[in-house]
């Protein structure tokens, strides 16, 4: 009664991203195509929600979300959204966090509020690209010090407010802001409650 | 300072998706390259968050979340997620998330709760495919008479605390549960408040 998967095939292969045609079998037995892309090796990755709690040198009052501006080359222009990186072969989704967290923005995790989620898939009409989500506490500095010469950063630490007024500026086509699916949510979920 | 397109160019086509070569320079001034995935068109889509209330014919006490199980092939397998749909040429938002919910489960969608978001991008660093998220209040039957061939659906109607065990059960490997990284976070959200 359900679909088949009869073969899967690179029609298409680059350093960074393979085009995949998978054949399978529809629910009357027909014979189709699905065209997918993949990460060679099936590369998973960390989506950090981070946030600066109020009450310390830092932020003295309201906690803050870390928020970042990132050009994004598929887009040709920047996305408003969360930190997140590739997980390299031989690391772990914790380390990955600690780690992208501080190249993009400069700032320190100080705790994993919850375990990681599992791996949850990001547009699987699209790919098998999986990510994690990662709820951390951070401190620090701000700094683009750490940044790869490919990329091009802004950190901003909102509070709830600021959020709110964010999602209503990307409510105006007129403003062309560009934000983040998942992104998105969290933003909403933050404007509304103020936690993560 | 920041980075500059230079040049956009297929690698790979096919009907559904195109395999895109960007030309850019870094912040240094070096050419690179990067490769990302985009449907031909730039078809954009729509994600329907639905929720049955309480206290009516069909559900008589606590409102319920619209989750579907979907075979996804690019997973080679089920998802678990929330209806969804392209946006053909000439319809917009609403009319796809109405069309769509129908089509996938069978409810009707009585009313948009608030107004759909605007597009946000689902994984700009693989694509600049954009989502719509819409969120509606739905009745009716559960119904798969609507389901194209190549559709494996199943629709689910979860009170909070069904999501809740969703949620846990996921968490385990063991149980090899796929779910959709938006799907996800609005799981996260129904459990912990039982709204959308």
Redesign the interface.
Known sequence: ???K?LN?QN??E?????????T?E???G?Q?E??????PGDQK?V?IVAIVPGGNLWIPSNPRLVVIKE??????GY?I?LP?GLIDPGHNIKETAVKELKEETGLDVVKFIR?P??F??????????A?S?AFVEAKGDISGEHLE??E?ITTFLYTKEQIKTLLEA??D?GQH??????????FE?FAA?GTI
Request: net charge positive; no cysteine.
């Open positions: 009664m359900g679909l998967i899967k029609v298409a680059t350093k960074f991203l393979n085009l995949v045609v998978t399978y529809d629910k009357k027909k189709k699905w065209v997918s892309a993949e990460r990755a989506v050009f994004r080359v598929p887009l040709q996305e959204g997140a375990p989620t599992p949850v898939f990001n547009s699987p009409g699209i790919t098998s690209e990510i989500f010469n490919s091009d990307a409510a086509p802001l560009m934000i983040g699916a998942k992104s998105w949510l969290i979920e409650y």
